[in-house]
Structures are given as C-alpha cells and as structure tokens.
C-alpha cells in the first residue's frame, strides 16, 4: 500500500489556522476511515479526529472539538483536517493514517501511517 502524504504544516500564531491535507492513493484510500493524530515532544501519540469513509461518522478529541474539523475528498482521495483557534498546545507532528472499518481514536486499528507534518504555534 501507499504511504499517506501530509501537508500542510508551518508555524503560526496562536490563535491562526492552518489547513492539513493527506494525500494517499485510492487502494489505501477507498473504503477505509482516516484518522489524525499528534504526538508532541516528549508525550505519546494521541487521537485528534477520524471520518468514514462516507464522511457520515466523524469522531474528534475533546481538546480540539469546536476548533478542528476533519473532511474528505474521495475522489482525489484526500482527507483534510482545518485547525482553526489555534494554541501553543496544539504543537505537535500531525500524522494521518487509515483503518478498516468505523472512525476509531485507538492507534492501533490504524494500518498505514504517513509520516507526518510539523505543527508550531506560536505565543
């Protein structure tokens, strides 16, 4: 399978936005839920949102809901992830990957990961 590809991140005030965007090919892609995630420095990976492949089941971490919202493209087969209200503590490499089945915020149900695209928000 095809590696994902992210995007999309660059450093920005707090407070700004940023869009992500992942971008797979359409074996990795089709039928499958993508997730996000984020590991900061020094602390594990953690959930921050999912989307089926229908785009009708999204699920979001609590810290980021209200401020992030996770879509898809399934035709250029790409998932987006727009951060907006942005704090220092959203600074973290965000990672895109895909799971059979339902959107899910366990890691481990996701596959295929990319590697990853930096984040920094500055004070």
């Known amino acids: 399978q095809v590696q994902p590809v992210e995007s999309g991140g660059g450093l920005v005030q707090a407070g700004g936005s940023l869009r992500l965007s992942c971008a797979t090919s359409e074996r990795t892609f089709s039928g499958y839920a993508m997730g996000w995630f984020r590991q900061a420095p020094g602390k594990e990976r953690e959930f921050v949102a999912a989307i089926s492949w229908s785009g009708s089941d999204i699920l979001y971490a609590d810290s980021v809901k209200d401020r992030f919202t996770v879509s898809r493209d399934n035709v250029k087969n790409t998932v987006y992830l727009q951060m907006s209200s942005l704090k220092a503590e959203d600074t973290a490499v965000y990672y895109c990957?895909?799971?059979?089945?339902?959107?899910?915020?366990?890691?481990?149900?996701?596959?295929?990961w990319g590697q990853g695209t930096q984040v920094t928000v500055s004070l």
């Open positions: 990957a895909a799971a059979l089945g339902l959107p899910t915020p366990v890691s481990y149900r996701y596959t295929n």
